[in-house]
């Protein structure tokens, strides 16, 4: 059991002294979240990505990219590198993700044909990332939980799976404006804590796209999405992810998660 699981289930025992239903069966919308964020993912990862970018047309773009990700008690740090095609190479986003809900969340993108780095603000979360159907927001590891008001709408079956239907309303109407989103619905699978779809509408209330996590499966004993797709109904632009290559809990250094090591570039492990 990863650090991070150990002290999340640590504070989740405590809620359940206070709130015993909780024991049992998550009650809230936020509660159904922690569970989510405290689910086993590893100390730390590395996996391969392609990405397939697909227009209205049919017309396809595909990137290949490798991503780190490693835990600090509750926080983590993630870099992604686009290894190819050419126009795109040593482009590399990094995000330090904090639990602490005061403190805001720190990302940077690397373009090397600037040879720059572009520190994303908290208005730029609701931009789209490299011409994807994902926002910087959407790139992180779990959403912002006291960005949201969190609702439980009820159960339902994905996939044949049973689900817990949970909606995300932000709070204020700055953070609808910077998140870019009105609304947010998560499908969370019961038995091991994991969204698996997730349906966004816009700032304006009107559908906008959804994101499908596929073939889910156990790699060393954690539950991994080996792909997902995001669709956007409204542009008709479609970006599918298939990753590979996961290894878990391989003692990534901390010096790989700075600015001065996306400058670089991915040089090896």
Do not use: C
């Not at 190479?89 to 780095?117: F, G, H, I, N, S």
């Amino acid at each position: 059991m990863s650090m991070k699981k150990v002290i999340l289930s640590a504070l989740a025992a405590l809620t359940m002294v206070v709130s015993p239903l909780y024991a049992s069966e998550p009650t809230t919308g936020l509660e159904v979240m922690k569970l989510v964020e405290a689910r086993d993912d590893g100390d730390d990862l590395i996996q391969k990505m392609t990405q397939r970018l697909i227009d209205k047309r049919g017309n396809v773009r595909e990137r290949e990219m490798i991503s780190f990700r490693k835990d600090y008690g509750l926080d983590s740090k993630s870099v992604t590198y686009f290894l190819s095609p050419a126009n795109v190479r040593d482009t590399a986003m990094l995000t330090w993700d904090y639990a602490d809900e005061a403190k805001d969340d720190d990302q940077w993108l690397y373009l090397p044909a600037l040879k720059k780095v572009r520190r994303i603000s908290s208005s730029d979360r609701g931009d789209y990332f490299m011409g994807t159907d994902f926002t910087f927001e959407d790139i992180k590891q779990t959403p912002e939980l006291s960005d949201y008001n969190w609702t439980l709408v009820g159960s339902d079956t994905v996939d044949g799976a049973d689900v817990w239907v949970v909606d995300a309303e932000p709070k204020t109407s700055d953070l609808k404006k910077d998140l870019g989103y009105s609304k947010v619905r998560y499908y969370v699978r019961k038995d091991i804590d994991m969204y698996i779809k997730v349906d966004f509408w816009d700032r304006k209330g009107k559908e906008l796209k959804h994101l499908v996590s596929t073939d889910i499966k156990q790699v060393d004993g954690i539950w991994t999405a080996m792909g997902g797709v995001m669709n956007n109904v409204q542009t008709h632009h479609k970006t599918e992810l298939t990753f590979s290559g996961h290894q878990y809990n391989t003692g990534l250094s901390d010096r790989m998660f700075t600015e001065r090591m996306i400058k670089r570039g991915y040089r090896g492990k």
